[in-house]
């Protein structure tokens, strides 16, 4: 029997099935918060459900130790005071396998109708999550209204249509017959029955908890899983408001709520993290951070399926151009974009130390280096425009990084601390340029700084630039590479760079899409190719080892019989 909730969301099913094969653009949710299309009171209203949660405690059913966590503080300053119920590890596992069996049961349009249905609801709260996302993670609020709702929306959609994509290959049932010559033909009946590893842990970060957070929770419930969602001490709330809503969406279908449930922590968890993540209860793994935790998980949760996102060193080459202040514009906006605190922020700026050709004749390493600096200077020059997208810096570590990395070259561009209008106490930091050289700082360069620190390195030529690049993405990791060439020939041989070092290619951007950027349903975020993720966001793979098939079979009379199509276990 079809489930109520698949068949309601049933449309935007199979629309999302017809974006993942063409790769155009598509979008069921809106990513302007307007109020046409979310109504006049959406955003006061969710800025008002946001400021209820300030000093309190959050009201979650689930179970939990009595006690209450949380120390999450504003970048912009404002105090929060948020704490979360406390909840034992044991008792969660003991309640998700307990919520399994009646979740497993239900099926597979089940598991998407609820998907979908939760999706549709977190949609609708965009403004309380953005403003949640927004004094958690530092991000100026239009990018975290985008970033936090309606883009991650997209990639958890996605998610869930690769689940259904996956599982709608699998029949329930299938009459066999193999042909005997003169003698009867053998004949069986088989039974398949989509089987979900378990229970999920996924491992929110600070800085995109819901963006990179949710492709893992709902790879996981479109596939039959039960999840625990673990986020990062310093952003809970994003995903405790996302958890709370799955959960009453999962009591209005009439399944057990634990199938979804918050394990919220004070910092320095590292110990009880680790000791969750190898218990044998636990099936799948979603992490996104720190390279050395990354590397941890894959190497000692050997229980679960574990996917990753870690660190990057992201590149672009610099060849020719037509526009020089076109291009110096562009790489700009990325390098300041919230602060370079984005995985797809790019670090490294190749060019030859000869100078590039351009279109109003050549140009020395020096002035590429300079347009560069001069553009970011001029961006963060207005400090109310620029704080719109910087944002804060979520991590303190963050300004001791920018600090270390004054002294690795010379300075090209210093980093200056903003204010910001409306939150004196916000810690804002603009972009730190340095010049490097390929012959000698090459230790300095192929590690990652998160931040806003990017460095101009000057190479014997384009060829080394991308030999550099490739082999940099494919040793050290990499999300994004970009080049800007008017020659065809080095285009070309940026794709074979780009597929060296497993790694994304953007060409000549200068418009209004940045290398930062990608979007569902048409990029894969991440290739599984290099050391920064062992996983794309999303394809197949992301989705098809969540779960097993188990088969039954029997041996009976032949007779004239087809495959029965689609699960409807």
């Not at 955003?43 to 006690?67: C, N, V």
């Not at 709608?168 to 066999?176: F, L, Q, S, T, Y």
């Not at 209008?421 to 930091?429: E, S």
């Not at 990017?454 to 993405?473: H, K, M, P």
Request: net charge negative.
């Amino acid at each position: 029997m079809t489930h109520p909730l698949f068949t309601k969301h049933e449309a935007t099913l199979d629309k999302a099935l017809a974006a993942i094969e063409t790769r155009g653009y598509w979008s069921p949710f809106a990513e302007m918060p307007s109020p046409k299309v979310y109504g006049e009171t959406a955003s006061a209203d969710g800025e008002a459900a946001f400021k209820a949660h300030i000093g309190k405690t959050f009201e979650l059913d689930q179970p939990s130790t009595g006690e209450t966590v949380g120390e999450e503080r504003s970048p912009f300053g404002v105090a929060l005071g948020i704490r979360y119920p406390k909840a034992d590890p044991d008792a969660l596992i003991q309640a998700a396998a307990k919520a399994q069996s009646g979740w497993r049961a239900a099926g597979p349009q089940a598991w998407i109708g609820v998907s979908l249905e939760i999706l549709s609801r977190l949609n609708r709260a965009s403004f309380e999550i953005a403003y949640s996302v927004m004094h958690t993670t530092g991000q100026a609020f239009m990018m975290a209204f985008q970033a936090g709702g309606p883009h991650a929306q997209d990639r958890a959609l996605e998610a869930v249509v690769y689940a259904w994509d996956q599982l709608r290959r699998i029949p329930a049932e299938a009459h066999w017959e193999k042909p005997q010559g003169k003698n009867p033909p053998l004949a069986m009946q088989k039974r398949f029955s989509v089987v979900p590893r378990g229970t999920g842990l996924v491992l929110g970060c600070c800085t995109f908890p819901t963006w990179n957070g949710y492709p893992g929770m709902f790879a996981d419930l479109a596939t039959g899983n039960t999840v625990i969602v673990k986020p990062h001490p310093g952003a809970i709330l994003p995903l405790a408001i996302t958890v709370r809503i799955a959960r009453d969406v999962l009591r209005e279908a009439g399944f057990d709520p634990n199938v979804v449930t918050l394990l919220a922590t004070d910092p320095n968890d590292g110990a009880l993290v680790q000791e969750l993540a190898v218990r044998p209860e636990i099936k799948v793994i979603d992490f996104t951070g720190s390279t050395q935790n990354g590397n941890w998980l894959e190497r000692n949760a050997h229980q679960a399926q574990v996917y990753t996102e870690k660190a990057g060193v992201n590149q672009i080459v610099i060849d020719s151009v037509d526009d020089m202040k076109a291009v110096a514009r562009n790489i700009a906006f990325s390098l300041a974009l919230y602060s370079g605190q984005m995985c797809t922020a790019p670090q490294n700026i190749y060019v030859p130390r000869d100078g590039i050709r351009t279109a109003e004749g050549q140009l020395s390493f020096d002035d590429v280096a300079k347009a560069l600096a001069n553009a970011v200077e001029k961006l963060v020059s207005d400090p109310a425009r620029a704080v719109e997208f910087t944002g804060a810096i979520q991590n303190e570590g963050v300004v001791e990084r920018v600090a270390e990395a004054r002294k690795l070259g010379n300075v090209l561009l210093d980093s200056q601390s903003l204010a910001h209008p409306a939150f004196p106490n916000a810690c804002i930091q603009t972009p730190l340029m340095l010049k490097l050289d390929a012959r000698t700082d090459e230790t300095k360069f192929t590690k990652e700084w998160f931040g806003p620190i990017s460095f101009v390195v000057a190479t014997d030529s384009t060829a080394q630039s991308l030999e550099r690049a490739g082999s940099i993405a494919r040793t050290h990791g990499a999300l994004t590479f970009s080049v800007y060439s008017t020659d065809d020939k080095v285009i070309e041989a940026a794709h074979e760079a780009a597929i060296e070092g497993g790694v994304a290619l953007s060409i000549n951007l200068t418009g209004g899409v940045f290398v930062n950027q990608t979007a569902a349903f048409s990029d894969f975020h991440g290739t599984g190719a290099n050391p920064a993720a062992n996983a794309a966001l999303s394809d197949a793979a992301f989705v098809a080892n969540r779960f097993r098939v188990v088969q039954s079979r029997v041996h009976v009379a032949p007779k004239a019989a087809s495959a029965e199509v689609g699960q409807t276990a």
